[in-house]
């Protein structure tokens, strides 16, 4: 009782500091209230601020929330999201042999941010084979490869659907009837090993 008592006239006093909560900036950094108020703290992109989000509507009509980092493909979000391996196949690019690409549809209102492939270019090429083996009479006004599409700001809340695929030309084992289901997933081997 005595200590609370004592303790109550010495802060009555302002006898006791009262000690200011610290501010780390930089190592060399000194700034004032002024100052900090006129430009404020130093502000950091953070991984929450580079995320894109995409509503995928699988092949059973199922809605998922994928979410990705702006730079990624949308591929490999639908892969790092766990998306089924028969949903995959090996893009037919010069380059990009064996990336894992899907076949997806985007919404007219995105069309415009998708980018534009030369025809007569080696990837306008592996884009045709990919329509003409894989895709087939699948194929609609708004299909696109998932590889091609560049996850950014302006993507942010588009809503895509995965198109079916012939998988069974690539896939004898995989040959199933109209079941685009598996529990294999793509991580679940190296990839050499699904496309070899």
């Known amino acids: 009782m005595a200590l609370r008592a004592l303790g109550r006239q ?6 006791i500091p009262v ?12 700034h004032d209230d002024e100052h900090e108020e006129e430009h404020g703290p130093a502000q950091t992109p953070t991984v929450f601020d580079k995320l894109v989000e995409i509503t995928v509507v699988d092949m059973n009509g199922v809605l998922h929330k994928v979410r990705g980092l702006a730079g990624q493909t949308l591929a490999q979000a639908l ?7 028969t949903y995959f196949f090996p893009n037919m690019g010069f380059y990009t042999q064996h990336i894992p690409d899907a076949h997806v ?18 990837e306008g090429g592996a884009v045709k084979r990919m329509f003409r083996d894989i895709v087939q009479d699948y194929q609609r006004d708004t299909s696109y490869f998932a590889s091609y599409i560049t996850l950014g700001p302006e993507l942010n809340g588009m809503t ?37």
């Open 10 to 15: 010495l802060r009555s006093l302002n006898l």
């Open 19 to 30: 000690v200011q909560p610290r501010r780390f900036f930089g190592a060399s950094a000194h």
């Open 79 to 85: 892969i790092e999201y766990g998306f089924p391996a």
């Open 105 to 122: 549809y985007v919404p007219k209102d995105y069309w415009g941010k998708m980018p534009n492939i030369d025809p007569e270019s080696e």
């Open 160 to 196: 895509v659907g995965i198109g079916p695929i012939k998988p069974w030309i690539l896939h004898s084992d995989w040959a199933f009837a109209g079941v685009h289901d598996s529990k294999a997933k793509q991580f679940d081997k190296p990839t050499v090993e699904i496309w070899g």
